[in-house]
C-alpha cells in the first residue's frame, strides 16, 4: 500500500516565507480563479432569470440549490481529501465550478437553471475545504496565520473584481459572454491545481497516537463557539449583501445606488484587509483566538449603527463608517475562528476544522438572508438589522464563556472538562456538581 506524500509543512527543514512553500503560489491563483467564476455568475443567474420572465421566488431558488449542495458537498469533502487527495479534489471542485455554466445556455427554464446551479455548488462546496485546509498542510504553524490572511486577500481581489465585471458584461453583451467567460476562468483554476502538490489529508487514526492515557474530548465541543462566533456575523452579512442597498435606494433615491454599491464595497474591503492584519497579529503572538472578542464588539457595532441610521433616517452616508466596522469586525473574526480551529485540533484533522468553518459560513450567510429578510418583510428594514446586532450579541456572550472555560486550547484532549474542573476547585464547590 503506498503511502501519501507528507505535506510539505511536515517534511524537514524549515519554511521561512509562505511564497517559498512548494504549491503555495499555484493554490492562490487557483482559488482566485475559482472564485472570480463563482462570482461572475453569483449576482447574473439570479438576474437572467427574472429578465426572461421568471419569479423572484424561482431567481432566489438558484442561489438556494446552489448553497444547499455546497453545504452537502462539504460534509463530504474531508473524507474525499483522505481518500484521493488535495489534487484530484480540487482539480475536479474547479471543473464542477466553471463547465456546469455553459448549461445556463440552454435557457431559464426552473429545470435547468437550478440543476445547474446546485452542479455549481458541488464544486464550491469542496474547493472552500479543500483550500483552507489545504494551507494549514503547506504551511507551519508559525506562518499560518498570514498564510490563511493572503488566501482572504486573494479571495476578496477576486469577489472585487469578478462581481462588478459579470453585471457590466451581462449588461453591455448579453447574459451568453458572462457564461461563456466562467467556464474559461474556472478552467485556468483547474490547471493550476494540478501544480498542488500530490498529498492527502492525514487519516483519521493518525491522532491516536497523540492521546496516550488522555481522555479524548469531542470535537464539537472545541469548534464550536467559534463556529458560533462566525456563523453570527455572516448571518447579518447575509443581511447587509441581499438588503442593504435596496434599503439605501429607498431612503434616498437620488444617489442611492451609488452609495449601495459603495457600501458593499467598503464591507468586502475592509474584511479582506483586517483578515489578513490580524492573521499577521497570531502568527507574531502565536494565540490564535485572542482577538476575537474585540472584532466581534467592532461588528456589533457596526450593525447597531446601521439599524441605527436606517430607524431614525439618518444621513445615507453613515453607512459607510458603519460598513467600514461591521466588514473590518467580519473579516477579523473570519481568521480568528478558522484559526482557533486549527489550533485547537491536530493536523491530523484540519480538513474536518475547514469543512466546520466553511459550513458554518456558508449556512450563516444563506439562513441570515432568509430569516432577517423575512423580519424586513413583515416589519422594516431597522427591524432587521436590529435582529442580526442582537444575534452578534449572543455570539460575543459565547465567546465570552469559551474564554472563561477553555483559553486557548491546543489539543483535542483535557480542555474543557479540566477547566470546569478548575473552575469548581476556584469557587470551593463539591467536584461531583461540577458539568460536564
Not at 469531542?218 to 452579512?237: C, D, E, N
Request: proline fraction near 5%; aromatic fraction near 8%.
Amino acid at each position: 500500500m503506498t503511502r501519501p506524500t507528507p505535506a510539505p509543512a511536515q517534511r524537514g527543514g524549515t519554511i521561512d516565507s509562505i511564497w517559498k512553500a512548494p504549491g503555495f503560489l499555484a493554490t492562490m491563483v487557483a482559488v482566485a480563479a475559482a472564485f472570480g467564476a463563482w462570482s461572475l455568475l453569483l449576482p447574473v443567474v439570479p438576474m437572467a432569470v427574472i429578465d426572461s420572465g421568471g419569479t423572484a421566488a424561482l431567481a432566489g431558488a438558484t442561489t438556494g440549490a446552489f448553497m444547499a449542495a455546497t453545504v452537502i458537498t462539504q460534509i463530504s469533502t474531508p473524507w474525499l481529501l483522505r481518500v484521493v487527495g488535495y489534487r484530484p479534489v480540487m482539480v475536479l471542485a474547479a471543473f464542477m465550478l466553471g463547465v456546469p455554466a455553459l448549461g445556463h445556455l440552454l435557457g431559464t427554464e426552473a429545470w435547468i437553471v437550478l440543476l445547474f446551479s446546485a452542479l455549481r455548488g458541488i464544486g464550491f462546496g469542496a474547493i472552500t475545504v479543500a483550500e483552507s485546509a489545504l494551507i494549514a498542510e503547506l504551511l507551519p504553524l508559525k506562518l499560518l496565520g498570514k498564510g490563511t490572511g493572503t488566501l482572504g486577500v486573494f479571495i476578496g481581489l477576486s469577489q472585487m473584481i469578478a462581481l462588478p465585471i459579470g453585471l457590466a458584461v451581462a449588461d453591455a453583451f448579453g447574459y451568453e459572454p458572462v457564461y461563456l467567460t466562467a467556464a474559461v476562468v474556472a478552467l485556468v483554476a483547474a490547471v493550476m491545481c494540478l501544480r498542488i502538490p500530490a498529498i492527502k489529508a492525514a487519516p483519521v487514526s493518525a491522532s491516536s497516537a497523540d492521546a496516550g492515557e488522555h481522555r479524548r474530548v469531542a470535537m464539537w465541543k472545541l469548534v464550536l463557539v467559534p463556529a458560533l462566533s462566525l456563523m453570527t456575523i455572516s448571518m447579518g452579512y447575509g443581511l447587509v449583501s441581499s438588503f442593504l442597498p435596496t434599503a439605501i435606494r429607498e431612503a434616498d433615491p437620488v444617489t442611492g445606488a451609488v452609495i449601495g454599491g459603495l457600501v458593499l464595497s467598503v464591507t468586502g474591503g475592509a474584511a479582506m484587509v483586517f483578515r489578513y492584519l490580524v492573521g499577521l497579529a497570531a502568527d507574531r503572538s502565536g494565540e490564535p483566538g485572542r482577538l476575537i472578542i474585540p472584532f466581534q464588539l467592532l461588528a456589533l457595532l457596526g450593525m447597531a449603527l446601521m439599524a441605527a441610521i436606517l430607524y431614525y433616517g439618518w444621513s445615507v452616508w453613515l453607512l459607510v463608517p458603519a460598513a467600514l466596522m461591521f466588514g473590518g469586525g467580519f473579516g477579523a473574526v473570519q481568521n480568528e475562528a478558522l484559526l482557533t480551529m486549527f489550533h485547537r485540533l491536530p493536523r491530523s484533522k484540519v480538513s474536518e476544522a475547514s469543512a466546520v468553518w466553511n459550513i458554518f459560513y456558508d449556512s450563516g450567510t444563506g439562513v441570515g438572508s432568509v430569516a432577517f429578510g423575512a423580519i424586513v418583510g413583515v416589519a422594516a428594514y431597522a427591524s432587521g438589522f436590529g435582529a442580526a446586532a442582537a444575534v452578534i450579541a449572543f455570539g460575543i456572550v459565547a465567546s465570552l464563556l469559551d474564554r472563561w472555560l477553555g483559553l486557548y486550547r491546543v489539543t483535542e484532549y483535557d480542555n474543557l472538562s479540566t477547566r470546569l474542573r478548575q473552575a469548581v476547585r476556584r469557587t470551593g464547590r463539591p467536584a461531583e456538581k461540577r458539568a460536564d
